[in-house]
């Protein structure tokens, strides 16, 4: 699967969420600003025989600590969109497993250096295959494994992990960036992002 079709995926499994986030996130906003305000008119009243100065520090204070609040609130919200794409993401990575999943198997078994394996972790389903490239090796099912192979030699001295879920967790750093914009612009504007 491509990263285009990862990223077309995540957008159809995960819009619905990323929608109700980012209503939550601008009905929070919502009340952080009309508390301000409601703030702003307090310090106004209050202060009205002072000097201009010292009404737009204050002004100046709040609106300062709204935005320090506002940028906390969305940090966190787009933490928690991180956490919610790479679910989605980890997700799809059973549908990687479709037609040709042989081929890309032996891809990742051969990107593996020549060594005296001796433990190989699978998926379930590609035990058998696994035993056509590790015939020495004791082929073990791991359900937490979608695709590829976690090889380990004796004693474990030399482990290389080249599974789904190893390449999306080395590639994600990249990835996010790209699909955080894609939510943001689908937010604003409604219309999904040119891939």
């Not at 009205?48 to 919200?77: I, K, P």
């Not at 078994?109 to 699978?122: N, S």
């Not at 879920?165 to 939510?183: F, H, Q």
């Amino acid at each position: 699967m491509s990263c285009r079709e990862l990223i077309e995926s995540l957008r159809r499994a995960g819009d619905e969420k990323v929608r109700n986030v980012w209503q939550e996130a601008e009905a929070e906003a919502a009340k952080v600003r009309a508390g301000v305000l409601a703030r702003l008119d307090r310090i106004r009243s209050e202060h009205a025989g002072l000097q201009a100065s010292r009404v737009q520090e204050a002004q100046a204070g709040a609106l300062n600590e709204a935005n320090a609040r506002a940028r906390t609130v969305r940090l966190s919200l787009e933490q928690a969109l991180s956490e919610r794409l790479y679910a989605a993401a980890r997700d799809q990575l059973q549908r990687m497993r479709n037609d040709g999943y042989p081929v890309v198997f032996e891809r990742l078994v051969r990107e593996l250096p020549v060594l005296d394996w001796q433990i190989v972790r699978v998926h379930p389903a590609d035990v058998a295959l696994a035993k056509n490239y590790f015939k020495q090796a004791e082929i073990v099912a791991d359900n937490s494994i979608s695709g590829g192979v976690d090889a380990a030699t004796a004693a474990g001295s030399i482990r290389v992990v080249n599974t789904f879920e190893k390449r999306l967790e080395r590639s994600w750093v990249d990835l996010l960036p790209s699909l955080i914009r894609e939510v943001y612009q689908e937010v604003s504007d409604g219309t999904p992002a040119a891939s």
